[in-house]
């Protein structure tokens, strides 16, 4: 027989029992009543109230230890980094007797950190090293910061090179010499106005390589500079520079695209674009120089050959690109 089921209800009583009254059958439910059911009530009734000053606690704790973390996080951030943390001057240790060696392409002044905060480094610098030990002498024009680069105007002793930058810099680390000039230049266009610039390059006619001239009716032209830098038939021509790390600095949309139209007026012109990693250099270096024509590629560097075509209505037309016996060697980014 199965054994007798207690049930937690009410036992209705005399409010004054007597004691005589009471069956032990009912005495015996009296208690059975009281131990399972009134105990373990109030024991429940007990325990949820000890819970919820101990979860309000464990709350309160993990809402103050993570404001204290985001506070920490956000400190260390707006506070200035320690000068060992730093990027240092940059040095390029030549490894080689190379003749980029032997004319002190290790000058510090010539490779420290640009307006932007960016340097050149070691693979960079080899790259760009090896490239001119094998181009100099040579027409050099240069959008950028002359202290950069110095070096490789020295070494272009034989040639002639033209620097093209935003600021005059107090102390020139360049001569003064017949061969090499630098020129202040002032930029109209914002970065932050790139693409209304490129769709706005792409509608206008005179913005279009047809007749190999730099037209001030083109929003992206600059037609300010030099009358010596429109004449000249340039070998090579380096962008880096202006400034281009904040929406409200100029950008390079107008070199990148000036030096696509120098470029094509030559037979040959090498157009070297530093900083590739940034949207801007990226987006006109493809618009305006082609991905037909892209040698290689070293780091931030990117690094065209561009022919001249004639009678050429678009940029990047079939034959813009290079013939199979010169295909590009590398169109992916090498670290």
Known sequence: MP????????????KTPLLSQISPKSRFKRILHQKYCQ???GRMKFTKMKLIPVL?????????????????????????LPPSSLPSTHQHKCSSESSICKNNISHPQALSTSTDARIISDKEMKFLSEFFSRSVPCNLLVFGVEHHYSSIASLNSGGFTIFLQEHLQKTSTIKSANNTQVHKIKYNTVASKAYQLLKDARENPHCSPMFYQVSSKCNLALSNLPQKVYDTMWDVVVVDGPSGDTLD????????????????????????VHDVDRMIEKWFSWEFLCEGNLLSSKG?????????VANATTFCTPQSYLSSSETPVNHSFEK
């Open 3 to 14: 054994p007798e089921v207690f049930h937690c209800h009410p036992l209705v009583t005399s």
């Open 39 to 41: 105990g373990v009530g």
């Open 56 to 80: 309000f606690f464990v709350l309160c704790s993990a809402s103050i230890i993570r404001f204290l973390n985001i506070s920490l996080i956000t400190t260390n951030s707006s506070a200035p």
């Open 249 to 272: 600095s100029p950008g390079r949309m107008a070199s990148i695209y000036t030096a696509s139209i120098l470029a094509r007026r030559g037979n040959k012109t090498h157009v070297i």
């Open 300 to 308: 931030r560097f990117w690094h065209f050959q561009i022919l001249g």
